[in-house]
């Protein structure tokens, strides 16, 4: 158990569009979801937290209002890229957490979402 | 919020033990340690966490001294497979309010 899916898998999108990406839990109910993206050849950047039902909890130097995130379920994140730029091309990975042990100790990691803007 | 240390990258030959040692030495009372193995264009998996001393499952071994400052990851029999980027992890859990850094991973490479 503990399935983490996205979707898509990759997307293109011409600069000065928006991108929604899905985080879904498979297989259990997801208190926490955390959203990263991943440059070539670098560690994992923590975007943000989400905790469903509430407002996502954003790092520093992550425009909110750039980077939505919305944690509608608790199976179900959504992470939207608004007017995309060349800049924000980048691996997009989600992560949940359970409400008990073990779930709630380990992050299950999607597949990532590869993004490119032209 | 404690940093981790590790090597950036490794060599091993197929077949041999391999041991990834991560430093910590801020970790706090609550803290689990975790690892996490990537592989290129993939989210990371889970491979072993642990509080204290050792923990041993099915792909790897993890010891941790007594005063938890570092942590070392082993893997035993390596094989070409096991290529990856390896992640450290302190805290990552609900007790440390979901605090947690992801460092700069080590980048194990397996040699035939």
């Known amino acids: 158990g503990a399935v983490v899916s996205q979707h898509p898998s990759w997307v293109i999108c011409k600069s000065g569009t928006s991108v929604k990406i899905e985080c879904r839990s498979l297989?259990?109910?997801?208190?926490?979801m955390f959203w990263y993206r991943q440059f070539p050849k670098q560690s994992l950047m923590l975007m943000a937290t989400s905790n469903e039902g509430s407002k996502a909890t954003y790092e520093q130097g992550v425009e909110k209002d750039k980077f939505l995130i919305n944690h509608a379920s608790l199976t179900l994140s959504t992470l939207t890229v608004t007017s995309a730029h060349p800049e924000d091309s980048s691996f997009y990975i989600c992560?949940?957490?359970?409400?008990?042990?073990?779930?709630?100790?380990?992050?299950?990691f999607g597949p990532g979402t590869r993004l490119t803007v032209t | 919020l404690a940093k981790t240390t590790q090597p950036i990258s490794m060599d091993s030959y197929e077949g041999q033990e391999v041991n990834i040692t991560c430093s910590h030495n801020n970790i706090a009372t609550n803290d689990y340690i975790t690892w996490y193995q990537q592989f290129p264009s993939q989210g990371p998996r889970f491979i072993i966490q642990?509080?204290?001393t050792k923990v041993t499952n099915e792909v790897a071994s993890l010891f941790i001294p007594a005063d938890r400052k570092s942590s070392t990851l082993s893997l035993p029999r390596v094989s070409l497979s096991d290529t990856a980027v390896y992640y450290c992890l302190v805290g990552d859990s609900p007790n440390t309010g979901n605090q947690f850094y992801f460092g700069t991973g080590t980048s194990l490479t397996v040699i035939p």
């Open positions: 297989d259990f109910q997801a208190t926490t």
């Open positions: 642990g509080y204290k």
């Open positions: 992560s949940a957490r359970g409400y008990e042990p073990p779930k709630a100790y380990e992050q299950y």
